[in-house]
Nanobody
Framework: QVQLVESGGGLVQSGGSLRLSCAAS????????MGWYRQGPGKRRELVAT???????HYADSVKGRFTISRDNAKNTGYLQMNSLKPEDTAVYYC?????????WGQGTQVTVSS
C-alpha cells in the first residue's frame, strides 16, 4: 500500500515562503508523476504543479514564477517551494502520486497566508 505524508504547512504572512514535503512509502512504481493540488475554502480542488520521474514540470498559471516543484527519487520525496505567498494561496495542499494504473493521495497540509 502506497502512503504519502505531507509536511511543512503552516501560517505565514503575505510575501513569505514555505516549503512543503511529501514522503512516499510502499511499493512505488519507478515511473510516476508526483503532483501538488490545493483546495481553498469553498473551492474545488485544483492542480498546482506536477513533476514526472524524469523531471519534467508543469505549473498552474497562478503559481508560475513563485512556486517550484522538485523531487528526490532516491528518497521518494517530493517538494513544493512556495515563495511570494499571497492570501489567495490559502488552502489545504495535497500531494498526489500517479502511475499508469493508480493514483494515491496524502492527507493534506494546511497553508494559511495572512494579509
Amino acid at each position: 500500500q502506497v502512503q504519502l505524508v505531507e509536511s511543512g504547512g503552516g501560517l505565514v504572512q503575505s510575501g513569505g515562503s514555505l516549503r512543503l514535503s511529501c514522503a512516499a512509502s510502499g511499493p512505488i512504481f519507478s515511473i510516476n508523476t508526483m503532483g501538488w493540488y490545493r483546495q481553498g475554502p469553498g473551492k474545488r480542488r485544483e492542480l498546482v504543479a506536477t513533476i514526472t520521474s524524469g523531471g519534467n514540470t508543469h505549473y498552474a498559471d497562478s503559481v508560475k514564477g513563485r512556486f517550484t516543484i522538485s523531487r528526490d527519487n532516491a528518497k521518494n520525496t517530493g517538494y513544493l517551494q512556495m515563495n511570494s505567498l499571497k492570501p489567495e494561496d490559502t488552502a489545504v495542499y495535497y500531494c498526489n502520486l500517479a502511475t499508469w494504473s493508480n493514483g494515491f493521495w496524502g492527507q493534506g497540509t494546511q497553508v494559511t497566508v495572512s494579509s
